[in-house]
Nanobody, 115 residues
Framework: QVQLVESGGGLVQPGGSLTLSCAAS????????MGWYRQAPGKQRELVAV???????NYADSVKGRFTISRDNAKNTVSLQLNSLKPEDTAVYYC?????????WGQGTQVTVSS
């Protein structure tokens, strides 16, 4: 059974930072492409960042230079460091895994940026 469990969301002031983590089980993690997506109220889910099994990273233009994705294959975790947060970053953030042509999602973690 594949499980992706996110943690680390919360309320933060504009300009602040958060670190999101996703623990994966039930997949060959080191061979999976891992990513973070987000969905704000009334909007479609969008890609935030992705990291391939080879460590190649890609970011949405809106977060380049502010967010950093990383992975730890020994711990089966993928993290997203969120810096210089803006109110428009407020959304539910979802962990995503692509492995053997299958796509898996976590349950999501809320990030709210507000003063």
């Amino acid at each position: 059974q594949v499980q992706l469990v996110e943690s680390g969301g919360g309320l933060v002031q504009p300009g602040g930072s958060l670190t999101l983590s996703c623990a994966a089980s039930g997949i060959s993690f080191s061979f999976a492409t891992m990513g973070w997506y987000r969905q704000a109220p009334g909007k479609q889910r969008e890609l935030v960042a992705v990291i391939t099994s080879g460590g190649i990273k890609n970011y949405a233009d809106s977060v380049k230079g502010r967010f950093t994705i990383s992975r730890d294959n020994a711990k089966n975790t993928v993290s997203l460091q969120l810096n210089s947060l803006k109110p428009e970053d407020t959304a539910v953030y979802y962990c995503n895994s692509r492995w053997l042509s299958n796509i898996y999602w976590g349950q999501g973690t809320q990030v709210t940026v507000s003063s």
